[in-house]
């Protein structure tokens, strides 16, 4: 996961917001007056590239019992990073890692505090208005996380219960919709992470979490007891997760999409799949046993950046 001459800078607490509304206020990318975005030469000047990570949402993102960034997703960051390096022909790129929630990560990269996010980013139409992404790699449908006997299999199941959601999540949304749709009165709690979303599973304040499947199996690996709890569920969506980086950017586009295309054409990305979701894991050393979907299986043979809806 680490090379020479690519150094970790990790920021410990989470950078505030400065520029909420990108729309109001512009794009802080400079550009060379031709409207071409320059994050190339911004890393090139100042010799360092800053990605976005997650804190806890195992196992794309997360960090382990050393307080080190580890996952699937941070892997493919890295993987981008030694292509920069490449591309730019330095051979002492320094890696800064800034911690991002759901609500965070797409204004940080508007207003310039982090050039790549790659986690459990969804690439759909809505947010690729506001920032660009990048070669999808992961496929995941939506589905939920309860406690076995708890007595809820379906949707029809959490009519007037409490079920809590990432806040700022394409689950959030979804779960808001349908909701109002049917008249479900669904009570949605809405959580600053992962993290916390389960942590409110299991005192319960909620009845069910809803998330993408691959999250929510990560969830597990953290509970106490892994066995008192199961996904369950028909698929209400299917998420396609890609990294975000800021719209228009070209030519950085064409140096991720490279080094996740290699990884694919390579095979390296299935043995990053089978790596993390396969094998065991840190901290806890749980393997999530997920097969490799078939879809995802596809996607990696056939690369791609089209969100699914």
């Known amino acids: 996961m680490s090379r020479s001459g690519v150094r970790l800078a990790l920021i410990g607490a989470l ?38 990570h997650r804190e806890n949402s195992i196992p794309f993102s997360y960090f382990d019992d050393r307080q080190r960034v580890v996952g699937y997703a941070h892997d493919i960051s890295v993987a981008v990073a030694r292509e920069v390096e490449r591309e730019l022909g330095m051979s002492s790129l320094t ?17 310039n505090t982090i050039d790549l996010e790659c986690g459990t980013t969804t690439n759909n139409r809505i947010r690729g208005r506001q920032v660009g992404f990048s070669t999808n790699y992961f496929i995941s449908g939506t589905r939920f996380l309860t406690r076995k006997g708890s007595g809820i ?17 394409t689950s959030e949304i979804v779960l808001r919709r349908v909701n109002a749709q049917r008249k479900l009165g669904i009570r949605i709690i809405a959580a600053r992470d992962h993290g916390d979303a389960f942590v409110a599973l299991e005192f319960g304040k909620a009845i069910a979490f809803m998330s993408d499947a691959a999250i929510l199996y990560g969830e597990i ?26 719209k228009g950017d070209v030519e950085f586009k064409a140096v991720v999409d490279r080094a996740i295309q290699r990884m694919m054409r390579d095979g390296d990305m299935r043995k990053l799949y089978a790596r993390w979701f396969q094998a065991p894991i ?28």
């Not at 800064?96 to 207003?111: C, D, W, Y």
Request: proline residues 10%; neutral net charge; hydrophobic residues 40%.
């Open 282 to 309: 840190p901290p806890r050393e749980v393997n999530l046993q997920v097969p490799l979907d078939p879809g995802l299986s596809a996607l990696f043979a056939y690369p791609n950046d089209l969100p699914l809806e």
């Open 15 to 52: 950078i505030p917001v400065i520029a909420m509304a990108a729309p109001r206020f512009g794009s802080a990318n400079p550009d060379d007056g031709s409207g071409r975005r320059t994050t190339l030469e911004k890393i090139r000047r100042t010799g360092v590239i800053t990605l976005g």
């Open 221 to 246: 690996s953290k509970a106490k007891r892994p066995d008192d709890w199961h996904v369950v569920g028909t698929p209400m969506t299917e998420e396609v997760y890609a990294c975000a980086m800021r």
């Open 95 to 111: 890696l800064k890692l800034v911690p991002v929630t759901s609500q965070t990560r797409i204004p940080l990269l508007i207003n």
């Open 153 to 169: 299999h379906d949707l029809d199941d959490l009519r007037g219960r409490n079920v809590v959601v990432s806040a700022g999540t």
